[in-house]
């Protein structure tokens, strides 16, 4: 991957949302990061989960007649890493050891890992939307002059994820959020993890 290119021996690096903006391929991602970073060093990161409203929103609206031609390919810019199945017989711990799993899987300790539920309030609703716009990676596909009637459809949308009214001045929006922090132990590399070693 381009972003990784000259870049060896980070101590410390920090990513916050750059996962769900710019990496569908989890594995190709970390890995590339666990080969950039200094035996000992850690790598810190939040990113929402494909649980988020804004990801949900962008599934329906993507299927949508009028948006279909713009969006054809929309399933290449989803952040699917992130999903995962309910089971009701693990509990709270099913969305954890989930991506514990991928980390280790990819060659890392994981130090510290959190899945928190965080509820956002907005006093105008208009601003989530445009924010739902803003993140839309084929924004660009679409001409300007559709831009308003894609906001109200993203209103409906919303608005009939949340279960409140379509007029509703105000809305309160529950997000997903991965906290983490992993290491690259000192001797350590995916080969050696990978045989067993």
């Not at 739902?132 to 994820?161: A, Q, S």
Request: proline share 3%; with cysteine.
């Amino acid at each position: 991957m381009r972003i990784f290119g000259k870049h060896k021996n980070i101590k410390k690096p920090i990513s916050i949302r750059l996962l769900n903006d710019f990496f569908c391929d989890f594995r190709t991602a970390f890995k590339g990061f666990y080969e950039i970073l200094k035996e000992g060093g850690h790598f810190g990161f939040m990113t929402l989960t494909a649980k988020s409203i804004s990801t949900k929103a962008l599934r329906l609206i993507a299927k949508m007649d009028q948006w279909k031609e713009y969006m054809s390919d929309y399933n290449q810019f989803m952040v699917t890493w992130s999903e995962y199945k309910e089971e009701e017989n693990l509990g709270s711990s099913v969305p954890e050891e989930h991506f514990k799993s991928l980390l280790n899987d990819c060659g890392f300790h994981v130090k510290h890992l959190e899945v928190l539920h965080r509820d956002y309030k907005y006093d105008d609703i208009d601003l989530f939307l445009e924010i739902c716009l803003v993140v839309n990676p084929f924004l660009y596909r679409i001409p300007p002059k559709l831009h308003l009637k894609l906001k109200e459809d993203y209103r409906t949308v919303v608005t009939g994820i949340v279960g409140c009214s379509r007029n509703t001045k105000e809305i309160t929006i529950s997000h997903e959020h991965v906290f983490a922090v992993v290491q690259k132990e000192r001797g350590s590399s995916i080969g050696r993890r990978d045989r067993g070693v």
